[in-house]
């Protein structure tokens, strides 16, 4: 959001319109809030920042579709009862995001399915403090949604070669492991971000790229810039299939090999450092303590909601299917299962091991390696 500033004349309008807001709730009336934050003013240089495109799925939207999200929503919190919503954060800029119909009041579909709940009134946090009123420190918040406008956030989303976005291979944060929730596959879910029209595009999108790349001349790096600048619909796609056929193209080299040492030497070899928070969020790390053959044909999991006994599918690579689509830890899982956003997937799936139910928590922690003496 740098580079922004906060026109005079829409400044002074707003702070009219706030200085009513806090009446309202001074004598415990309704609120109102004016719309300004769909007027020119404000909506123009956002537009501005990356064109006409949802900061979320990164979809080219319609002039009469933009939205302007509040991130921290202004009116309420879904799920946390009593909370006023950011009311003093509504008129203020750097609260505001470009969202597409789909992801700002949900519609999006996977396979003639409706998905995805929207973002809506949804601010939920990973971890933190949460702000309540006027003055709070924002700074002790930790968002779950992924923020298109902070740095570091754009990073952890990926793209895998069939156009699904993925999380990225960055370790997961202390914050994520503790939670066992990964920030990325919430935002996924949430927004639809998979929906079948967008994630069949980015594919297509992508392969272009992966031919794009084997042309040379001038005339396929045009057209390579033109899909990858910021500006351009899903480019962050198109840039993960440009670096990926960048790496593809890179010769093969190994380790330089050490001096000889002289016979019965140990010669030390760097291992990449491991994502120890990682067995907290998804199952990668447990898979060697399955049986091969049941993984194979797919581990049953179960869990219970609302009086009903829920399905799911543990798959040889770690995900797990619910309604047909893998994802890559429980919590998500669970909660596509469920429709609720505060089911903990550890605690909620249950699987046999040699006679022995458990929840996945449980079979987890019975695995727990022991911990490195300081």
């Given at each position: 959001?740098?580079?922004?500033?906060?026109?005079t004349?829409?400044?002074?309008?707003?702070?009219?319109?706030?200085?009513?807001?806090?009446?309202?709730?001074a004598?415990?009336?309704?609120?109102?809030?004016?719309?300004?934050?769909?007027?020119?003013e404000?909506?123009?240089?956002?537009?501005?920042?990356?064109?006409?495109?949802?900061?979320?799925?990164?979809?080219?939207?319609?002039?009469?579709?933009?939205?302007?999200?509040?991130?921290?929503?202004?009116?309420?919190?879904?799920?946390?009862?009593g909370?006023?919503?950011?009311?003093?954060?509504?008129?203020?800029?750097?609260?505001?995001?470009?969202?597409?119909?789909?992801?700002?009041?949900?519609?999006?579909?996977f396979?003639?399915?409706?998905?995805?709940?929207?973002?809506?009134?949804r601010?939920?946090?990973?971890?933190?403090?949460?702000?309540?009123?006027?003055?709070d420190?924002?700074?002790?918040?930790?968002?779950?949604?992924?923020?298109?406008?902070?740095?570091?956030?754009?990073?952890?989303?990926?793209f895998?070669?069939?156009?699904?976005?993925?999380?990225?291979?960055?370790?997961?944060?202390?914050?994520?492991?503790?939670g066992?929730?990964?920030?990325t596959?919430?935002?996924?879910?949430?927004?639809?971000?998979?929906?079948?029209?967008?994630?069949?595009?980015?594919?297509?999108?992508?392969e272009?790229?992966?031919?794009?790349?084997?042309?040379?001349?001038?005339?396929?790096?045009?057209?390579?810039?033109k899909?990858?600048?910021?500006?351009?619909?899903?480019?962050?796609?198109?840039?993960?299939?440009l670096?990926?056929?960048?790496?593809?193209?890179?010769?093969?080299?190994?380790?330089?090999?050490?001096?000889?040492?002289?016979?019965?030497?140990?010669?030390?070899?760097?291992?990449?450092?491991?994502?120890?928070?990682?067995?907290?969020?998804?199952?990668?790390?447990?898979?060697?303590?399955?049986?091969?053959?049941?993984?194979?044909?797919?581990?049953?999991?179960?869990?219970?909601?609302?009086?009903?006994?829920?399905?799911?599918?543990?798959?040889?690579?770690?995900?797990?299917?619910?309604?047909?689509?893998?994802?890559?830890?429980?919590?998500?899982?669970?909660?596509?299962?469920?429709?609720?956003?505060?089911?903990?997937?550890?605690?909620?799936?249950r699987l046999?091991?040699?006679?022995?139910?458990?929840?996945?928590?449980?079979?987890?922690?019975?695995?727990?390696?022991?911990?490195?003496?300081?």
């Amino acid at each position: 959001m740098s580079g922004l500033t906060t026109p005079t004349a829409w400044a002074d309008k707003t702070e009219q319109t706030l200085r009513k807001v806090r009446a309202a709730m001074a004598t415990d009336q309704e609120r109102t809030f004016k719309a300004h934050w769909s007027e020119d003013e404000v909506r123009e240089p956002l537009l501005a920042l990356l064109g006409p495109k949802c900061w979320y799925c990164e979809t080219t939207i319609q002039r009469a579709d933009v939205n302007v999200d509040h991130f921290r929503p202004k009116s309420d919190v879904l799920g946390e009862t009593g909370h006023d919503g950011y009311w003093w954060l509504a008129y203020r800029i750097d609260n505001y995001r470009i969202a597409c119909k789909h992801c700002n009041s949900g519609g999006a579909r996977f396979e003639g399915k409706r998905e995805g709940l929207a973002k809506g009134a949804r601010f939920p946090l990973v971890a933190g403090v949460r702000a309540w009123k006027e003055g709070d420190d924002l700074d002790l918040e930790q968002p779950l949604l992924l923020d298109p406008a902070r740095p570091g956030d754009p990073d952890l989303l990926g793209f895998d070669t069939f156009g699904y976005a993925r999380r990225s291979a960055a370790p997961y944060s202390p914050a994520e492991s503790h939670g066992g929730v990964c920030r990325t596959e919430e935002t996924i879910r949430i927004l639809a971000l998979n929906a079948t029209q967008i994630t069949d595009q980015r594919r297509e999108l992508m392969e272009e790229i992966a031919d794009l790349a084997q042309m040379p001349g001038p005339l396929a790096q045009k057209h390579i810039a033109k899909r990858v600048r910021p500006t351009a619909q899903w480019s962050a796609a198109a840039t993960a299939a440009l670096n990926l056929q960048r790496a593809c193209a890179l010769p093969i080299t190994g380790p330089v090999p050490p001096a000889a040492a002289p016979p019965g030497t140990a010669t030390f070899t760097p291992t990449p450092a491991p994502d120890r928070g990682r067995r907290k969020v998804n199952l990668k790390d447990l898979l060697g303590y399955l049986d091969p053959a049941d993984l194979a044909a797919g581990i049953t999991l179960t869990g219970r909601h609302d009086k009903r006994e829920l399905r799911a599918t543990l798959l040889r690579d770690g995900k797990i299917s619910v309604l047909g689509r893998g994802w890559d830890t429980p919590t998500t899982a669970a909660r596509v299962a469920t429709g609720s956003d505060d089911v903990n997937g550890w605690d909620f799936w249950r699987l046999t091991v040699t006679g022995v139910e458990q929840s996945l928590g449980e079979f987890r922690d019975a695995h727990e390696p022991p911990s490195t003496p300081a």
